[in-house]
C-alpha cells in the first residue's frame, strides 16, 4: 500500500470524486438531527407495537415490528378474508 500523499497524487481526478462522495455520507449517517422528533415517532410506535395484550413480546419482535412499521410507506391494511380464503362481496 502506498502511503496517503502517493495515492492522492497517484488517484488525481478519482479522489475528487471519492472525496465528494465520502463526503456525502459522513453528513448522511455522522450529522446529529436538529430535532428528537424522528425519535419520538420511533417511541410512539413501539408504543402501539408493545400493548398490555403484547407486553410479552421478545425486544427483537418489537424492533422487527417498528422497522418493518417505518420501511412501509402505506402501512400495512388489512383484509378481511372468510375461511374459505376468499374475500367477502
Known amino acids: 500500500m502506498f502511503p496517503a500523499r502517493a495515492q492522492t497524487i497517484t488517484a488525481g481526478a478519482g479522489s475528487l470524486r471519492l472525496t465528494a462522495y465520502l463526503s456525502q455520507l459522513a453528513r448522511r449517517y455522522l450529522a446529529m438531527p436538529a430535532t428528537s422528533a424522528s425519535v419520538e415517532r420511533l417511541f410512539s410506535v413501539a408504543g402501539q407495537v ?37 374475500h367477502p362481496s
Open 50 to 86: 408493545v400493548t398490555a395484550k403484547r407486553a410479552r413480546l421478545h425486544p427483537s419482535t418489537v424492533t422487527l415490528l417498528v422497522f418493518l412499521h417505518e420501511a412501509i410507506p402505506g402501512g400495512i391494511s388489512r383484509v378481511a378474508v372468510n375461511h374459505s380464503g376468499q
